[in-house]
């Protein structure tokens, strides 16, 4: 196996094969991974990780799927504690990649490769990522609005009304994809709205395809053990995708009003002692898992038409 890790960078990407002494430095641009492809290629059972970077890894992450390699990305937190764990207690670019290519070489097998998305839902997670931009620009626009001058809030006010109008088309467009994309499962309950829908279409493409406890721990709604000995500490959630489990918490506080299973079931665990706040997180993982299910027997049907 070749082992490869790549420290990603906005002008440069720093590439380290384990068991080579060697760190690559290639352009972060088409042609920069043009040839740190032509550099892999010809090597055996290749094994690349990245750390995720805002953005700047997508383009070798495309490029290296497209071109038939393996890669994963990985979470720059779990990449720390790796390094901190073999005693790297110093951090450079080619540091970085040389631990990454370790990371790599001695948990591959415990990696899940990477899938790009198809076309619309990247276009579905721009607009996405657009519409959260808008909202948060209009809700700083509000907060300011009180302590500025009389004189400047005519201009704000046009700001908000462009805002506003944005978000409009932004919405419009949303709501094209999620009509050609959105499933029967995704709307099969009180709550899933649209946000809910694109949250899951766009950055949640696992969905169906995992159980329910890999499920629940990637969205970040599955309970984590504390315990060591005879001592036993609360279980609570941690990490996850905070953008879908935001989405997942605004559909779960509908459908506990309005949803006649779910609304028993979070009065029942009310009822049994558990706070407002936990009652709440194990509904969020019961209608994740209740659409997770759904999906995984869309995808089964799809499978079987196929066939």
Not at 48 to 69: D, H, K, Q, R
Not at 99 to 127: I, K, S, T
Not at 199 to 206: G, T
């Amino acid at each position: 196996m070749t082992a490869v890790g790549i420290d990603v960078g906005k002008a440069a990407l720093d590439v380290a094969i384990f068991g080579e002494s060697k760190v690559h430095r290639f352009a972060n641009t088409p042609a920069g991974i043009g040839r740190l492809i032509r550099l892999l290629q010809d090597r055996q059972d290749v094994r690349i990780v990245v750390e995720a970077t805002g953005g700047y890894e997508e383009a070798v992450l495309a490029a290296c799927a497209e071109s038939g390699l393996w890669i994963a990305r990985v979470n720059p937190r779990q990449a720390r504690h790796f390094a901190r764990a073999i005693g790297q207690l110093a951090k450079t670019d080619n540091l970085d990649a040389r631990m990454l290519a370790e990371m790599v070489h001695a948990f591959h097998a415990r990696l899940r490769a990477h899938v790009p998305l198809e076309p619309w839902q990247a276009e579905l997670r721009g607009w996405l990522r657009r519409r959260h931009q808008i909202l948060e620009a209009i809700q700083r626009t509000r907060q300011q609005w009180a302590m500025t001058l009389p004189a400047i809030r005519p201009l704000m006010k046009k700001t908000l009304i462009a805002l506003q109008r944005e978000q409009r088309l932004v919405d419009a467009a949303m709501k094209q994809l999620l009509q050609a994309h959105a499933t029967p499962a995704m709307r099969s309950s009180k709550g899933l709205g649209p946000m809910f829908q694109a949250s899951v279409l766009a950055l949640l493409p696992e969905l169906g395809q995992l159980r329910r406890q890999q499920i629940a721990k990637l969205v970040g709604v599955a309970p984590l053990n504390r315990d060591s000995g005879q001592s036993q500490g609360k279980r609570r959630i941690y990490g996850g995708r905070a953008e879908v489990r935001v989405a997942l918490y605004m559909a779960t506080l509908s459908a506990v009003r309005w949803e006649p299973a779910m609304k028993a079931h979070y009065q029942q665990l009310r009822a049994r002692g558990k706070v407002a706040k936990v009652a709440l997180v194990a509904c969020m993982r019961k209608l994740l898992t209740i659409v997770n299910a759904r999906r995984r027997d869309e995808l089964r049907m799809e499978a079987a038409m196929v066939i």
